[in-house]
Nanobody
Framework: QVQLVESGGGLVQPGESLRLSCAAS?????????MGWYRQAPGKQRELVAR???????NYADSVRGRFTISRDNAKNTLYLQMNNLKPEDTAVYYC????????WGQGTQVTVSS
């Protein structure tokens, strides 16, 4: 059974940065699977923020391109999302996802951007 645990969320002011982490466990090698970060704001649908494939190709939502960077440390079995120049509209619960046919989700971590 795959488990994903996110961390790193919090309350920051506009323009500040956060780094989210997603630790994977359960006898899985994350390097060969597509993984992604999604977010869901109150009253809105969950949306893709950033994705990395098994071949390490990355893609981003237009709203975060140039500000967010997805990466992973295969030795630590951990996925990251570096978020710079945060904006109030980035406020949401952020979820980690791993896709190996079956899709696995973490419990989410809250990011709040407010002055």
């Amino acid at each position: 059974q795959v488990q994903l645990v996110e961390s790193g969320g919090g309350l920051v002011q506009p323009g500040e940065s956060l780094r989210l982490s997603c630790a994977a466990s359960g006898s899985i090698i994350i390097s060969i699977y597509a993984m992604g970060w999604y977010r869901q704001a109150p009253g809105k649908q969950r949306e893709l923020v950033a994705r990395i494939t098994g071949g390490d190709t990355t893609n981003y939502a237009d709203s975060v391109r140039g500000r967010f960077t997805i990466s992973r440390d295969n030795a630590k079995n951990t996925l990251y999302l570096q978020m710079n120049n945060l904006k109030p509209e980035d406020t949401a619960v952020y979820y980690c996802n791993l896709d190996r046919g079956t899709r696995y989700w973490g419990q989410g971590t809250q990011v709040t951007v407010s002055s």
